[in-house]
């Protein structure tokens, strides 16, 4: 059974970066398909951030790609998003997921508050 | 980007009554690879997104056969042929042939 965690500071002060972590088990983030983040304001809609594929390949979504990294880690089989110049506006719930075309497996998300 | 317009925001039901829910993208989904990636999925109140469907009508396991998807091209629909209690929260469908991925602005099924 495939599962995701995310893990990280719940609360970023405004201006600094927003740093992230999606631990995978039951499944090798090295054999295949595109791991994802996705976040979620509170009582909003869902926006996919951007994912990146074993081999290298990342597609962010254009709205944020100057501000967006993410990375995998394949010897702790997990991969990270890093969001920099954080305002107001990126307190959400963020969430990571398997396979962008799919998403067929999603971890609990975790709340992330910007404030100082 | 892909724009995808769900047809209401939210959608009073009886239970035990159909439900219906449209979906249209301002872009044909059929992918390159012949495939239509579009999925739905239900979240319901506290808890993160779970998929329904993937590739417009197919369901996952454990989903109730209640659930259905069907459409092509730009317009696609999910049906609940008799909305049971467990059922409320918001749905959302989401297309995943074109970069960026987008998002609906999602469906909160409530019952009357």
């Known amino acids: 059974q495939v599962q995701l965690q995310e893990s990280g500071p719940r609360l970023v002060k405004p201006s600094e970066t927003l740093s992230l972590t999606c631990a995978v088990s039951?499944?090798?983030?090295?054999?295949?398909?595109?791991w994802v983040w996705i976040r979620q304001p509170p009582g909003r809609g869902l926006e996919w951030i951007g994912c990146m594929s074993q081999s290298g390949s990342v597609n962010y979504n254009p709205s944020l790609k100057s501000r967006v990294t993410i990375s995998l880690d394949m010897a702790k089989n997990q991969f990270s998003l890093s969001l920099s110049s954080v305002t107001a506006a990126d307190t959400a719930m963020y969430y990571c997921?398997?396979?962008?075309?799919?998403?067929?497996?999603w971890g609990q998300g975790t709340l992330v508050t910007v404030s100082s | 980007d892909v724009v995808m317009t769900q047809s209401s925001l939210s959608l009073p039901v009886t239970l035990g009554q159909p439900a219906s829910i449209s979906c249209r993208s301002s872009?044909?989904?059929?992918?390159?690879?012949?495939?239509?990636?579009l999925n739905w999925f239900q979240q319901r109140p506290g808890q993160s997104p779970r998929r329904l469907i993937y590739k417009v009508s197919n369901r996952d396991s454990g989903v109730p056969d209640r659930f259905s998807g069907s459409g092509s091209g730009t317009d696609f629909t999910l049906e609940i042929s008799r909305v049971e209690a467990e059922d409320v929260g918001v749905y959302y469908c989401m297309q995943g042939t074109h970069w960026p991925r987008t998002f609906g602005q999602g469906t909160r099924v409530e019952i009357k």
């Open positions: 039951g499944y090798s983030i090295s054999r295949g398909y595109y």
């Open positions: 872009q044909s989904l059929v992918s390159s690879d012949g495939n239509t990636y």
């Open positions: 997921a398997r396979d962008s075309a799919l998403m067929d497996y």
